[in-house]
């Protein structure tokens, strides 16, 4: 064969396994046999071998390839991949609606439903039309690289029709039938099983060896576009253009005109769910205007335009044979019911929480109850009903402790729960290093390593971690030179953390990590948020009156303050969130009156994400008055203070608008 000839053949063969490959893995819908894919892939196996010059970075044969690595690098994505948040019921999703049309009272809502799929979402960057980097979502602010693990996903195209730089996000699934058979084939290995499709799909994209990730058939379906969609004006839209691209789209979604509609839909997908292949665990709902969801903007991590209305979680019952108290990171017990194990959810379980005493009072729950459990995603399960028909007389009612479990110091109740106070409860600080390193990602140092680190008395709190050397470890039992390296260089890696990481590591009693994220939007640096008053925590949009106390009260403890200057000592450096200053930031501002442009509480949440306080009456302290139409006694009382007053116009050049 000339050259020449080999080079168009190799282009042809490239085009036509990769078209086959689409109508296949994409469509569902193959043309050809197996056996004519699998023998015009093996052809150009061999001619790329041969004439590797001409090989195409696309090529179908570039997908496995890569050797094993050692760790994932991490990759800081280009837009924050958010979360959604969850509705149960219609009532939520009518409550959904509401706070919408609260901030947008004159928005015409149509929505977008589709499926929401039970696996691993993974953004997919491509440049100038070729797939260069795929990552996971992390915390939403980076993830990991696992670019060749996803390019062994033969419904993930490597390069796209048009030859821009954009980048497409979904989910890598697994079906359920390749789920059932990997785990019958972990079973004969010895190996763990998967509980469920999700962690199936997500442990097989975090394999260090994509040939381990190709064996595994995963799926990726799209569900988001990341370019410049000046043509495009709805959710729908921005499906059909995913699927021009040469992705996998569900075909089970629907363009929802009201709420009524959405519901049917969530009926009609509750019905079928089962008969689907792959798992899902709701829908998702979106404000199909791509304008208005824009104008939306996001809570916390989550889109306000979209949210997931989850499927009701299963109820099994079970024998509850005994009720433990357990110590968390904060101090609290929590009465555990120890359960006969049972299946439920996709994942067997042998523990359920009762929350607090009140809660076991309430169900009137007794040891050696049946009971019915009830699961919902990953969190532990609720018991949420006991069936009395079924007592024998010899059910035990149970009493709660007096005394922590762990240490035997009084314990001391605070709304519906007790505490452990004792601020060296071996436990308590065992949970909340357990949380720590894991809020640091610190991958290495799992909760029985920290346990016997603590046992040798290496460390007695998170800062110990930090001053660890290679000798400590590695003359313990069971750990060798290489395993010792392993976690101190881990642990090192870890000393550079965002803001947000770090406010949410310091375990604050309801601060988890949307809430975090607000505070350093908010105040940008540790050392801002630690000299920021009640007030002005409680001034931040999605944060109320108990959420501020318990910030205000836990940055005002001396032993807190001291615990955040070791770390920083330690050598942990914490990255600033720049603050876009405007000449709105740390201002006190009233808006009185009709803004033509701004509802009220968009205005509101334009004053807040610009640095700004809003406030509702006018004092002395007011730096200005925004002046809508029909304004009320508040523009008379600017007035009288002389304070200085400015209208909707100019308001908007202040924000930049
Ligand atoms: S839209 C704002 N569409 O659900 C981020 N997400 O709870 C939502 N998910 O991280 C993106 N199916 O992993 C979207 N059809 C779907 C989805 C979907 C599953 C996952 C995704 C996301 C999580 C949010």
Redesign the pocket.
């Known amino acids: 064969m000339s050259n020449e000839d080999a080079k168009k053949r190799i282009k042809k063969l490239t085009d036509e396994i990769n078209s086959l490959r689409y109508r296949y893995h994409v469509l569902d819908d193959p043309t050809v046999t197996d056996e004519i894919y699998e023998s015009l892939t093996q052809e150009l196996v061999k001619l790329e071998a041969k004439y590797p010059q001409f090989k195409q970075a696309h090529s179908p044969t570039q997908r496995v390839g890569g050797a094993a690595l050692e760790k994932f690098q991490k990759v800081r994505h280009e837009v924050r991949?958010?979360?959604?948040s969850?509705a149960f019921n219609k009532e939520d999703m009518l409550d959904w609606e509401a706070r919408i049309k609260k901030l947008i009272p004159d928005a015409k809502l149509e929505y977008f439903c589709?499926?929401?799929?039970?696996?691993?979402?993974v953004s997919l960057r491509y440049k100038s039309g070729a797939l260069v980097v795929a990552a996971t979502?992390g915390d939403g602010e980076i993830g990991e690289n696992v670019t060749e693990n996803v390019k062994t996903i033969q419904s993930v195209p490597l390069d796209l029709p048009i030859k821009k730089d954009i980048e497409v996000?979904?989910?890598a699934i697994m079906t359920k039938d390749v789920w059932n058979a990997l785990n019958k084939q972990q079973e004969k290995k010895g190996k763990p099983l998967y509980a469920n499709t999700r962690n199936a799909a997500a442990g097989s994209i975090r394999q260090l060896d994509p040939k381990v990730t190709a064996s595994r058939k995963l799926q990726f379906?799209a569900?988001?576009l990341v370019m410049d969609l000046e043509q495009t004006t709805t959710h729908e839209e921005v499906h059909e253009k995913i699927k021009a691209l040469g992705f996998k789209v569900?075909k089970y979604q629907k363009h929802a005109k009201n709420l009524e509609a959405v519901f049917e839909f969530y009926d009609h997908i509750g019905k079928l769910r089962e008969t689907l292949p792959f798992g899902?665990d709701g829908i998702?709902v979106?404000v199909n205007n791509l304008e208005l969801f824009k104008r939306l903007g996001a809570v916390g991590k989550?889109?306000r335009g979209?949210v997931?209305y989850k499927f009701a979680p299963e109820q099994v019952a079970t024998v509850m044979e005994n009720i433990i108290v357990q110590v968390g990171r904060t101090g609290k017990l929590t009465p555990i019911a120890q359960l006969r194990p049972v299946f439920v959810g996709g994942t067997t379980v042998s523990r359920a929480t009762l929350h607090n005493e009140d809660e076991i009072k309430r169900l009137d729950v007794r040891i050696g109850d049946t009971v019915v459990i009830q699961r919902a995603g990953d969190v532990i399960p609720d018991v949420v009903e006991v069936l009395p028909k079924l007592r024998t007389g010899k059910e035990k009612k149970f009493l709660m402790l007096k005394h922590c479990p762990v240490c035997k110091q009084p314990i001391v109740r605070r709304g519906v729960d007790y505490f452990c106070v004792n601020a060296h409860c071996p436990t308590k600080n065992l949970r909340y290093m357990e949380y720590f390193v894991s809020a640091f990602d610190i991958y290495t140092v799992g909760p029985k390593i920290l346990q016997r680190f603590k046992d040798e008395g290496l460390i007695s709190d998170v800062v110990d971690l930090f001053y660890l050397k290679k000798e400590d470890i590695q003359s313990l039992e069971r750990f060798g030179e290489k395993s010792a390296e392993n976690i101190i260089a881990s642990i090192q890696a870890r000393k550079q953390v965002t803001l947000p990481k770090f406010i949410y590591a310091l375990g604050i009693a309801h601060v988890g990590e949307e809430t975090a994220f607000d505070l350093a939007q908010r105040f940008g640096s540790i050392q801002k948020l630690m000299n920021a008053s009640k007030e002005e925590i409680n001034a931040i949009l999605n944060i109320g009156e108990v959420v501020a106390q318990s910030i205000s009260d836990w940055f005002r403890s001396k032993r807190n303050r001291q615990f955040i200057e070791k770390l920083l000592k330690a050598g942990i450096e914490v990255e600033q969130v720049k603050i876009h200053k405007t000449a709105l930031t740390g201002k006190s501002i009233v808006v009185t009156g009709t803004l033509e442009n701004l509802s009220r509480e968009e205005a509101k949440e334009a004053i807040r994400k610009a640095g700004g306080d809003w406030v509702s009456s006018v004092s002395k302290n007011t730096d200005f008055v925004v002046v809508g139409d029909n304004p009320g006694s508040k523009y008379d009382k600017a007035q009288k203070l002389g304070v200085k007053t400015i209208d909707e116009k100019e308001f908007l050049k202040l924000l930049g608008k």
């Open positions: 991949m958010l979360s959604l969850d589709e499926v929401k799929f039970d696996g691993l979402a979502r996000r979904g989910e379906y569900y988001d569900s899902i998702v979106s989550a889109p979209m997931a």
